[in-house]
Structures are given as structure tokens and as C-alpha cells.
């Protein structure tokens, strides 16, 4: 699998050199020679490129991604030794071979490396060991600082420590994802004298919320209609357009759309959308998330956006937005040349027509998500019940948590996903066969 997994993404740096391109890099490039807390995305992935960029070439980068996607599935199989080896090497085949996978590492966004420092994390779980559990602080730290969707994990690891009854454990990992959390938070008020790591989490929320916001039900006072849409929300574009199309409500309001008062604006809305339609707020969450388990895969949430995720027939066009042409001059100086994508033949027909077959199924996700927890009821029903929680608990929350948190404060999309996508495989391969880490007789097998 690995070697399958290798020589696809050696196809993908063939195929389209140097990498492909999406609406975020370009701010993620601006950072890397402007330093700054961005509005909308925390700089661990600038960071990243920033590390990189002594060898000017974006081919570097790509080829970095796919060695972390290698690395995922060598992690993953790494933890689920203690599987039958069949259910520890199917368990890597969606992050190793599933076409979608190698092509978001071949996208320069930061999907791939959040997936690696989360994976990372979730593979040292089984330790005891003050200093292990503080690297497992400091990449989740990272992983928040890469995609603000780790700061739940924070929580969720803690409380697998908790689970356990290693209180003091818990309380380590805790303290080493503050110190370099709240020292981003420092720098960030520093810059922009707010508190937070971005600076747009308001808009999100009320973006998602204006897919049932209804101002006639939520009577807003004066100051939260002129965010009002009078459409019926049937009619009203997807979510995102309603941060960045140039005639939504809130990009509309005076001064750019991530200024403290229009996010506070911004925040104070879809609060009083959630509380005065709360089973309207619900179901349009199931609905996004259940945009994970269809079959097909959908247009969604626009052409532009979904055609990012395909192996492109044609180099994409240059940047339209003011903001990313800047950041395109930047990358020039980042590659020290031209950037645009060149696609080779036939290597990149091959992974077009690959990718048309090879990629996981949404059934078969939630297939894979269900098997934990009705393995584990079976095992109650045979009297096999086992001291201690299950290790497959904690890949399997992070998994779900990393699938629900987009669907209930942005809303769904496949590149959210993917990293989710190795951890619900690892649960289940752990899921297989009774824990023997939580057996005495392998206690000391466990702490190492």
C-alpha cells in the first residue's frame, strides 16, 4: 500500500508541476513575507512554507505535503499493530490511495499538515510519560495554530487523560498547548489589539446561520437587521457568499468585512439565530453533515470551488480577487520565477482517470465510523467487557469532531473532510479485536 501510495504522488509532481493552486494560498504566501496574524487563518501553515522557502520552489512544498500523507498512513499503521495485520493495512488505504487524498496534498493548503500534527498527536495517546504527553500538547497546539478546528481536539485528548484517571497527565498537555496558544493570542492583540486567534469567527457563524435565518422569527433589533437577508433561505446561495460575495449584508457594512465591530455584529447575529430557531440551527448542521455520507460527490458549495478538489484538464487562470493577485506577486518572489501550474501528459491523464474511480464512498465512511461502537456492544452482549475505555476512542472522537465542528460553525466541505478520514479508519482497525492495551497482562507493552 505504501509503495502504491508513493507512486501516485510521485504521478501527481509529474503531472502537475509544481503544485496546484487554491483561493487560500495566496494569503498564505502573503504571510510568509508579511508576518502577521491573518484575520481569517492562523500562520502555522505560513510557518510551514516559510520553512521551506530557502529553496524557492513550490515543487518542494508539494512534495513535502505528500511525504506527511505517507507518513499518515505509516502512523496509522504503526498504532493499529496491535489489529490482525489486514485491518491495520486496510486501515491505511484511504489516506494512502484514495485520489482525492494526493490531491489535496498536491493543493497548497493546510489540510494535509493539520491532518499529520493531529494524527501525530492522536498516535501518542497510548503513552504515560510526562514528556510525551507534552509534545502531544505542543502538536495540537500547532495543528490549532494551523486550522482553528484543533482547539476542540485540546479538550478532547485532555479528557481521554481524565478517562483514564491520569489527572496530573491531562493537566500537563494542557498547560504545553497554552504556552504557544496564548502566545499567538498575545501577538494577535498585539497587532490588531483584539483578543482571539482570528479575527472572523463571528462571520463564520453568521454565514452558517443565514442558511435558516429567518429575521421575522428572530425580531433582530435595529442595529442586527441590515445582516437580514428577505429572501426565503431556500432561495439564498450557499453559506460562503455571504463572507465573500461582494453584495452579502455583511461584506456591504462599512470597512472590510473583519473588523471587530462588523464581527461582533456578525457574532451577535447568528447568536439570536441559534436561540430563537434552535431545531431550524439543528437540522440545518444534519444537513451539512450528512453532505459527508452521500454517495455521490455533489457540485457543492459552487463549480469554482468543488473543481479545485479535481485533477484540473487545464492550467487554472490567475487569481481574480485583488487580495490574492497581491499574494501572487509574492509567490513569484517565494519561487523566484513564474508559478503557474504546468500539466505534463500522459502522467497527469493517468491520475485524472484514476481519480474518476479511486476515492472513498460517503456510506462507506459512515460504515467505518459505526463499527467501534457496535463492536463494542457486541462485546458487552458476550460478556467481554474490558476495564479501563477502549483506545479506539480517541481516534474515533477526534474523528467525529473534526466532521461536526465545520458542519456547525462554517458549513461542509470535502477538503474538511479528508483529515478525518485516517482517524475513523484507525478506530475501527482498533476496534477489531478486544483492546489489548487496556489488558493487565500487556500493561507494560501499553506504557511503552
Known amino acids: 500500500m505504501l509503495a502504491l501510495g508513493t507512486l501516485l504522488r510521485a504521478l501527481a509532481m509529474l503531472g502537475y508541476r509544481p503544485a496546484l493552486w487554491f483561493p487560500d494560498s495566496y494569503t498564505y504566501i502573503v504571510t510568509v513575507f508579511k508576518p502577521r496574524p491573518d484575520l481569517v487563518r492562523p500562520a502555522g501553515y505560513s510557518m510551514f512554507i516559510t520553512l521551506l522557502e530557502p529553496f524557492h520552489s513550490f515543487a518542494v512544498v508539494a512534495a513535502a505535503q505528500h511525504l506527511l500523507g505517507l507518513g499518515t498512513g505509516v502512523l496509522i499503521y504503526r498504532v493499529a499493530r496491535k489489529a490482525p495485520k489486514w485491518a491495520a493495512t486496510l486501515a491505511t488505504v484511504p489516506v494512502l490511495l484514495d485520489a482525492y487524498q494526493v490531491e489535496l496534498e498536491h493543493l497548497l493548503v493546510s489540510d494535509t499538515l493539520f491532518m499529520f500534527l ?6 501518542l495517546c497510548t503513552t504515560q510519560r510526562t514528556s510525551t504527553v507534552a509534545a502531544i500538547g505542543l ?19 485532555a479528557a481521554w487523560f481524565v ?5 496530573r497527565l491531562a493537566g500537563v498537555l494542557v498547560a504545553a498547548a497554552l504556552v504557544p496558544i496564548v502566545a499567538y ?19 463564520f457563524l453568521y454565514a452558517r446561520t443565514m442558511s435558516f435565518a429567518d429575521c421575522a422569527k428572530m425580531n433582530p433589533p435595529p442595529d442586527l437587521k441590515v445582516l437580514c437577508d428577505p429572501r426565503p433561505p431556500e432561495q439564498r446561495p450557499p453559506s460562503q457568499e455571504y463572507i465573500w460575495a461582494e453584495d452579502a449584508p455583511l461584506v456591504m457594512l462599512p470597512g472590510i468585512t473583519f473588523t471587530k465591530e462588523n464581527d461582533d455584529l456578525a457574532a451577535r447575529f447568528a447568536m439570536l439565530a ?7 440551527y439543528a437540522g440545518s448542521v444534519l444537513t451539512e453533515l450528512g453532505r459527508t455520507f452521500r454517495w455521490d460527490r455533489a457540485v ?6 468543488y473543481s479545485y478538489y479535481q485533477f484540473p484538464v487545464t492550467p487554472p487562470g490567475p487569481p481574480g480577487r485583488y487580495p490574492a493577485q497581491v499574494g501572487a506577486e509574492y509567490a513569484k518572489l517565494y519561487e523566484q520565477g513564474a508559478i503557474g501550474t504546468e500539466i505534463v501528459e500522459p502522467y497527469a491523464g493517468w491520475l485524472r482517470a484514476y481519480q474518476s474511480m479511486a476515492r472513498l464512498p460517503g456510506p462507506v465512511l459512515l460504515v467505518v465510523l459505526l463499527v467501534p461502537p457496535v463492536a463494542a456492544i457486541a462485546r458487552r452482549r458476550k460478556a467481554e467487557r474490558l476495564a479501563g475505555a477502549p483506545s479506539w476512542l480517541v481516534p474515533w472522537s477526534v474523528a467525529v469532531v473534526l466532521l461536526i465542528t465545520p458542519a456547525a460553525a462554517a458549513e461542509f466541505d470535502y477538503r474538511y473532510v479528508l483529515p478525518a478520514v485516517p482517524l475513523a479508519c484507525l478506530a475501527a482497525a482498533l476496534s477489531i479485536r478486544p483492546d489489548l492495551g487496556n489488558q493487565s497482562g500487556s500493561q507494560k507493552e501499553f506504557s511503552e
Open 300 to 305: 457543492y458549495p459552487d463549480q469554482e470551488v
Open 139 to 157: 502538536l495540537l497546539a500547532a495543528a490549532t495554530l494551523t486550522r482553528t478546528v484543533g482547539q476542540p481536539l485540546i479538550v478532547v485528548l
Open 185 to 203: 493570542g498575545a501577538w494577535f492583540y498585539a497587532t490588531y489589539q483584539r483578543v482571539g486567534l482570528v479575527g472572523a469567527n463571528g462571520a
Open 163 to 167: 478517562l483514564r484517571r491520569r489527572i
Open 274 to 280: 441559534i436561540v430563537k430557531q434552535p431545531l431550524d
Open 118 to 123: 493531529v494524527v501525530s498527536a492522536v498516535a
